[in-house]
């Protein structure tokens, strides 16, 4: 029997073109004034230096500006970026430019599921700040109260096992107890091999046949018997 439900963000419970089209752009646009403006706070100070070891090297500023925004451009999943992101979306989210999306049966279902007392969590490549902030700004208000816990690539990448692993010790329920939501084949997979259920969010894409889990279109696809049994 399913007790907690962990879903991903991006994909599955919010647009990819919210993330990619607004939230990717408004930090790129932002990283540069950001940081200058923010060089002597003690948390982006820190940021700062696991930049350094990231790369290897002491970076100035202008350097290190240039490596965030080339890491932004491609997409990387580098913990420090995603936490520097965090906050530059939170200013954003703060002087209203920005307001977390978040697909209407992903919210309907999240709140029926919490209801139900199912333990919710979220688990993302975006900083816990990041996903705190997207859930407390939403179109329907503040939604972080349905949550029970939040996880990201301090506990480990998406698409290894032992990341999955380190959720189940977490939460301390078993693992075939906990179901993951993501539109990823990769996290699924990890996911599945770690001994959690898994399904996999396909929106707007085609199902695909040879997959080993659970494909639906929307969290209104996803049967309360399934859940329950």
Request: charge should be negative.
């Amino acid at each position: 029997m399913i007790k907690a439900i962990i879903t991903d963000i991006e994909g599955t419970t919010s647009s990819l073109s919210f993330v990619k089209e607004c939230l990717f752009p408004y930090a790129r646009a932002n990283m540069g004034s950001f940081l200058r403006a923010n060089v002597n706070n003690e948390t982006v100070k820190k940021l700062l230096t696991e930049v350094n070891t990231e790369v290897g090297a002491k970076l100035d500023l202008h350097q290190a500006i240039e490596q965030l925004i080339q890491w932004i451009d491609d997409d990387k999943k580098i913990t420090p970026l995603k936490a520097l992101q965090g906050l530059i979306w939170e200013m954003g989210y703060h002087r209203g430019e920005l307001t977390g999306h978040l697909y209407a049966d992903a919210i309907r279902n999240l709140q029926t599921w919490k209801a139900q007392g199912f333990d919710l969590y979220i688990y993302s490549s975006g900083s816990v700040y990041a996903q705190k902030l997207l859930f407390a700004h939403t179109e329907v208000g503040d939604l972080t109260l349905l949550f029970s816990g939040h996880f990201d690539t301090h506990i480990g990448h998406k698409q290894e096992s032992s990341s999955y692993e380190n959720i189940v010790a977490h939460i301390g329920l078993p693992a075939e107890q906990l179901l993951f939501l993501s539109d990823i084949e990769g996290e699924l997979n990890a996911a599945q091999a770690a001994g959690l259920q898994t399904i996999w969010l396909t929106r707007d894409e085609a199902p695909e046949s040879s997959a080993t889990h659970w494909q639906v279109a929307d969290f209104d696809a996803i049967e309360v018997e399934f859940l329950n049994s």
